[in-house]
């Protein structure tokens, strides 16, 4: 088999750390620097995933050692989280973790009652923007706006 057959067994062992571990640094560096959210969603995502999987091999390794698709399995996932023509971990975070998981659900008790009512429904990106409307133009203008979406949604 030679060369070929010695590369294709040690791929997991050649590829892993560039796919698993330095380029998702070097892309997280830049969604640090960026002023997107979206590659910080991306990027956190990864690392949340991949801290979860080393935990899983290492309370698993007995079982994980006895599979020789592990690494390869492993590789393949990684490597579906990371390559943005994927994106599997900004996938993996809309279609479960923000579904099943309440983060970030509870609003601040600064507000009034019927504020924190409304905060509560809406997703974290727009909770963020109306809280810093609110910072921005007072309490009374988010009042101001509810009330008029409230009038509209009547008419309809």
Known sequence: ???LGAMARHL?????PGVMLLYPLYASMR?????STLDDQQWLTYWVLYSFMTLFELSCWK???WLPFWPYMKLVFCMWLVLPIFNGAAYIYENLVRKYVNVGRNVSSNH???QRRV?????LDARKSVERYIEKYG???FDRVV???EKEARKH
């Open 112 to 114: 009034p009652e019927g």
């Open 12 to 16: 997991d062992t050649l590829l892993g």
């Open 31 to 35: 969604a640090i620097e960026s002023p």
């Open 119 to 123: 905060l509560q429904m809406m997703s």
């Open 1 to 3: 088999m030679g060369v």
């Open 139 to 141: 309490p009374e203008a």
């Open 63 to 65: 079982i994980l050692q």
């Open 147 to 149: 009330k008029v979406a």
